[in-house]
């Protein structure tokens, strides 16, 4: 295995461990002076609590999505992802400018993990999308490939939108959405070229869980791109944040329904824990910037303003919450992270 690094644009990768990675029954392990009774006693209780937040995290995701995909649709189109702009550029709340770098994103994001040329377009026949929303990207990809794309959403709500918009676009045959977990994905070993999870990650609980199972169903030789909100890397020397950026973050999450947060770092190192290749990552945080400025702007205007009071108390809340991610931007406490690598032949 090899990792590229180029120290120009990529993030420092100091070897770590992350105890948030790690699965309950290490974080919860019982002292070895238990009884064999009670330490079983304890995994059960410790599992059981795990299965119902997590079941409760399923639950508040699916029903965030349900109440605002179509807010966000109206308003900013079918990419619910962040726009790539270059570094200190002004766009207008009027300019097209921003749809336009929602789909730059995407380009950035094939030309990131070495999909340019046509020969490794050739490669692509097969793409899953990992956290689909309404499928902005999965219609994008097969287009762009020629390719069969599969996009998997916890949302009903956005899986039937995201196949009503392929069948009015001609692309049923192409593309199509179901309901799933990205956490145990229905889908055999190997199946996809490419494996596409455009802003979905910061929605896992078990972050190594998460990237097994994007492992698991690429194809040998396969492309993995995951495009993320992350915390910051912590420094050597460094055990967490520091308990305001922690606060901060916390405060996001109740809205958003984000579980623990994790660095580039950290996905780095799970990706390594698999023997994947050409491994790299980057910090495109600045390129992001006017993002959430602009998606402000837009909850502002008046036709903002009545889709969101006629959309629900989630969107409000949603709306509220915004200016904490400009914040944790400008502090440096949240990193806008990608991270691709090429599974093994």
Not at 127 to 156: H, M, N, Q, W
Not at 274 to 302: G, M, Y
């Amino acid at each position: 295995m090899k990792t590229t690094i180029a120290p120009s644009s990529l993030t420092s990768l100091p070897h770590r461990t992350n105890l948030s990675l790690r699965s309950s029954s290490l974080l919860f392990r019982s002292p070895s002076s238990m009884t064999t009774t009670t330490t079983s006693r304890g995994n059960m209780a410790v599992a059981a609590a795990a299965a119902t937040s997590t079941e409760a995290l399923r639950k508040g995701i699916a029903e965030f999505y349900n109440e605002t995909s179509g807010l966000w649709e109206e308003i900013w189109g079918d990419h619910m992802h962040h726009g790539f702009y270059e570094p200190d550029s002004s766009v207008q709340l009027s300019d097209s400018g921003h749809r336009d770098a929602q789909i730059r994103m995407i380009e950035e994001s094939l030309r990131f993990a070495g999909v340019t040329d046509e020969e490794e377009e050739k490669k692509i026949k097969k793409i899953v999308d990992v956290g689909c929303g309404i499928g902005g990207s999965s219609r994008y990809l097969a287009s762009k490939f020629g390719a069969e794309s599969i996009g998997i959403t916890l949302s009903p709500v956005q899986a039937k939108r995201a196949n009503d918009l392929a069948a009015a676009q001609s692309l049923s045959n192409k593309v199509s959405f179901q309901v799933a977990d990205a956490l145990d994905q229905p889908f055999e070993d190997g199946k996809f070229d490419l494996v596409w999870s455009m802003e979905s990650g910061e929605h896992m609980p078990d972050k190594a869980k998460f990237v097994k199972e994007l492992v698991r169903v690429a194809a040998p030789g396969g492309r993995i791109i995951i495009v993320t909100w992350c915390h910051r890397n912590l420094s050597a020397g460094e055990k967490a944040l520091q308990p305001w950026e922690q606060d901060l973050l916390d405060k996001i999450c109740k809205t958003f329904y984000l579980p623990a947060w994790c660095s580039t770092d950290d996905y780095v190192h799970l990706l390594e824990s698999h023997s994947l290749q050409d491994i790299k990552c980057a910090d495109w945080s600045e390129n992001v910037a006017p993002f959430w400025p602009a998606v402000i702007r837009t909850a502002l205007t008046w036709k903002g303003l009545v889709s969101l009071l006629r959309s629900g108390m989630k969107s409000i809340k949603g709306a509220l919450t915004m200016p904490l991610m400009i914040e944790g931007y400008k502090k440096g406490v949240i990193k806008f992270g990608i991270i691709t690598c090429k599974k093994p032949l």
